[in-house]
């Protein structure tokens, strides 16, 4: 299994790759397409702001990984996807993710890279930091490198555009949706109900009797949204209204300092003079912040604080193992990925196929809720 880092045009000695950087951020939004012709050394010269040796230094590498072609006296034009460095029987599969430590991610993969695994296929992990350029950018090398089938988690950061997804389409490469779908795509997508992982929380806490029920999302967005949905409405259903203060957002990111300031604004929730019995966090990660700070602050869990989460059902941790929560199974859920990818490839799946395949959402019965 490999991963897949793209290189930062900025490091020191590396000036070529901010052309390369350009010129595959040019292609990503639809700008260029392969057999267009490259812009000329001047232009990029002033549009990227190196010298003109920087220039060409770049078309040498470019030339060299097979992105770009000259042809005397026409020009230099950028390259169609080349799979003739491949043997038939070297095929190779890619999972695009928005990173690969969060709480769902690592199954994921796992499951992905084994099921290809099992009938020597490669692997290709690359993880976009949910950046949606960046999203961009890898499907195209994905693209250059040959690759035969692509399975993508779109970033939940801003809006994936159909076209990145329809390149890989229209060059014949399978392509499996995992978690969420893409507007304007129609492919096979695997999925879970997201306001069904809400009302299910909900309908576990307000079973042991809590109404004080708070929400914590890792950031505002389309899953967190529908988690609140969900969770509104059986609490709705038992005749208990949900303050919008207790529904809580964190800032958007995965930076170390952001992470801090999740930490203090669950801190201020922990402290407040009107804190809820039972916090439901979007993601197992923040239901592990969360019960730690809370010992760090003499709470009890689940004495005083009840916590649910939501995550992948192979608990890692001790921590995982007591904190209860909304499970899928994310191994499964690769294994499934890889396995639709090959019937696409083999022809046995449409790659226009718009199936959504549901997730099964389970509970994890942990020892983190407690009876009021």
């Known amino acids: 299994m490999d991963t897949i880092k793209l290189a930062s045009g900025s490091k020191a000695g590396h000036k070529w790759q901010k052309i390369r950087d350009y010129i595959i951020s040019e292609l990503s939004s639809g700008t260029y397409s392969p057999g267009d012709a490259i812009p000329s050394e001047n232009y990029l010269c002033e549009a990227v702001g190196v010298s003109r040796s920087t220039v060409r230094q770049a078309f040498r590498e470019l030339e060299n990984e097979g992105m770009i072609y000259r042809v005397k006296g026409r020009g230099t034009f950028l390259a169609e996807p080349d799979s003739s460095h491949k043997t038939s029987n070297d095929e190779m599969f ?28 490669q692997t290709l992990i690359c993880q976009t930091n949910n950046d949606v350029d960046k999203q961009g950018n890898i499907i195209l090398r994905l693209l250059h490198r040959g690759i035969d089938g692509v399975a993508i988690v779109p970033s939940t950061i801003g809006n994936t555009p159909a076209y990145q997804i329809q390149l890989l389409i229209d060059n014949g490469i399978p392509v499996v949706l995992c978690h969420r779908g893409v507007e304007g795509i129609n492919v096979p997508t695997l999925l879970w109900d997201r306001r069904k992982v809400g009302r299910l929380a909900g309908e576990i806490l307000l079973e042991k ?135 696409i490839r083999t022809g046995a799946l449409n790659i226009n196929e718009a199936e959504s395949v549901p997730v099964e959402l389970n509970v994890f019965s942990g020892a983190s809720i407690a009876k009021i």
């Open 94 to 121: 890619g999972l695009i993710v928005p990173g690969i430590r969060r709480s769902l991610y690592p199954s994921l993969t796992q499951g992905f890279d084994d099921s290809l695994s099992l009938n020597s296929m």
């Open 209 to 343: 009797g809590h109404t004080k029920i708070a929400y914590f999302g890792v950031y505002k967005y389309e899953v967190s949204e529908s988690h609140v949905l969900g969770l509104r409405r059986a609490m709705n259903e038992a005749g208990i209204d949900m303050p919008d203060s207790n529904i809580i957002f964190g800032p958007a990111g995965d930076q170390p300092e952001i992470e801090v300031d999740r930490e203090k604004i669950l801190a201020n929730l922990l402290l407040s003079g009107n804190r809820p019995t039972a916090i439901f966090c979007s993601d197992d990660n923040e239901a592990e912040v969360l019960y730690w700070l809370a010992q760090r602050l003499g709470i009890s869990v689940p004495g005083d604080l009840s916590i649910v989460g939501f995550g992948d059902c192979h608990r890692s941790t001790s921590t995982r193992r007591f904190i209860s929560s909304i499970v899928i199974d994310e191994y499964a859920l690769g294994l499934k990925a890889a396995q639709m990818l090959c019937s």
